[in-house]
């Protein structure tokens, strides 16, 4: 895939990068093993003063980047800005709070004297670079849930972002240098994904994280399991959305339309598969697919566009291709369905009923605005049918019965489970997966002491 900002749109080519060369690549890397020999041992209130800056260019910046990231991706403009804004929030959230999540430990006196110490304390100590694998769906989130934390322990980042949103990429790393923040602090690598084992396998780099599809996990994964290297994989989901008799149906057939198609539903945490109690199911899809057949598909830099074009071309097609093996095999098309004329990568807002487990879509993640009802006839049900999936991102539940968000809690198969809400990411809370979604976790105290080395400082009387 070339390095290129490829309107999704209408599809023009706007701007075209050559990949670093192998001396560019090699002076990044020597750059980034100095600069964190000195960045570790700066005080957090210097490290908060730099990506408190940051946040406020980001803001500044709102309008302009969003226009970028809008003409890279295809994301309607207003998601654009507030995804903008939202970096800037997490930025000052792991500015206020690193300190605090990575303070020392101390274990319980009986069991500091039981050792035979004075004193022990655990302490949380930076790795070093860490390089970030990283897609083009949330250009800027993604990279910021990353790059604030990791910063804030006092590791450096290497980013290699996807080939189709190099602006934003490179934006990323002027952003930082902008705000301060020593120039090998955090780098941009225009490489293609051919070059990421090499660098994997430097060992000056000494961590690494992946969000994307699961066959580059398993590439990522795989190498730096042979190098003995950290990694956390967020490889993506089909996120169930289970609505019980108890749940109030006209909001949570409003919800369910904004977290199918947010980000033009290439969402990894988008909800995908919605389970409905056999008692209700009628009247959810009837709201359902009338509130996703209202929805405006256009321009996305208009600002009253709820749906633009998906990212690429191939990505359409792949979108396609699971609808159509689903239709084939008898499900029944309640809206949307087939590619609209015209210029750009569009595909309309689509439910499917009638999904069988022998269809593509049952296992499939559906990367685009498609939607696929199941009827389930009890509790029970709704469960299996909620974890009859290789991944495990998150999850969604509407009900008002108690005894259910407890079932639900204590049952289904993944990272998180939103009760009455849509799935959302928050700085404060971890954000990962189970199965075939990944390991590992970001965001919170837990994201940012993913990649740290956590030290026992042991001290004898």
């Not at 709102?62 to 809008?70: A, C, D, L, N, S």
């Not at 189709?164 to 090998?184: I, K, W």
């Not at 749940?247 to 198609?261: G, I, Q």
Request: proline share 5%; aromatic share 8%; charged share 25%.
């Amino acid at each position: 895939m070339p390095i290129a900002t490829v309107n999704p749109a209408n599809g023009e080519t706007l701007k075209t990068y050559e990949p670093m060369g192998e001396e560019e690549l090699e002076r990044r890397l020597q750059l980034a093993e100095a600069t964190f020999r000195t960045y570790r041992t700066t005080a957090f209130a210097d490290r908060a003063l730099l990506l408190n800056k940051a946040a406020d260019l980001l803001d500044e910046d709102q309008q302009e980047i969003g226009r970028v990231m809008t003409t890279e991706m295809g994301k309607p403009v207003k998601q654009a800005r507030a995804e903008a804004a939202k970096c800037a929030k997490a930025m000052r959230w792991y500015a206020a709070n690193a300190e605090r999540l990575l303070a020392d430990e101390e274990p319980a006196e009986s069991d500091v004297r039981d050792s035979g110490a004075s004193r022990v304390r655990v302490r949380y100590r930076p790795l070093g670079p860490v390089l970030a694998v990283m897609p083009w769906n949330f250009p800027l989130w993604q990279v910021v849930r990353f790059a604030a934390p990791a910063l804030m322990a006092g590791n450096v980042g290497l980013l290699k972002h996807a080939s189709n949103v190099p602006q934003t990429a490179l934006y990323l790393e002027d952003l930082f240098h902008r705000a301060g923040f020593q120039e090998g602090c955090f780098q941009t690598l225009l490489i293609g994904s051919g070059a990421v084992d090499d660098v994997l396998r430097d060992d000056r780099v000494k961590a690494a994280t992946l969000t994307g599809s699961e066959p580059a996990g398993r590439a990522v994964a795989s190498t730096s399991g042979e190098m003995i290297k950290k990694t956390v994989l967020e490889l993506g989901g089909s996120d169930p959305f289970v609505v019980m008799p108890s749940a109030d149906l006209d909001r949570a057939a409003a919800v369910a339309v904004t977290a199918r198609v947010q980000n033009n539903g290439q969402s990894c945490i988008a909800a995908k598969r919605f389970i409905v109690h056999t008692d209700v199911y009628d009247a959810f899809a009837e709201k359902f697919v009338a509130g996703m057949e209202a929805l405006r598909t256009g321009d996305p830099l208009e600002e009253d566009t709820e749906i633009g074009p998906l990212a690429s071309e191939q990505g359409r097609k792949d979108v396609e291709e699971l609808v159509d093996d689903a239709k084939r095999s008898g499900a029944q098309v309640l809206c949307g369905g087939q590619r609209p004329d015209g210029p750009g990568w569009y595909y309309p807002p689509t439910v499917l009923a009638g999904i069988t487990r022998e269809m593509r879509i049952h296992r499939e993640e559906a990367f685009g605005p498609v939607a696929t009802l199941y009827r389930a006839g009890d509790l029970d049900e709704a469960v299996l049918i909620a974890n009859d999936s290789p991944f495990g991102l998150s999850s969604n539940a509407w009900t008002r019965d108690e005894n259910e968000v407890e079932r639900f809690a204590r049952d289904l198969e993944a990272g998180a489970v939103y009760v009455n809400g849509m799935t959302a990411s928050h700085p404060a809370f971890p954000f990962g997966g189970v199965k075939r979604s990944g390991y590992g976790r970001e965001l919170s105290g837990h994201g940012i002491r993913e990649f740290c080395n956590i030290t026992t400082v042991w001290q004898g009387a």
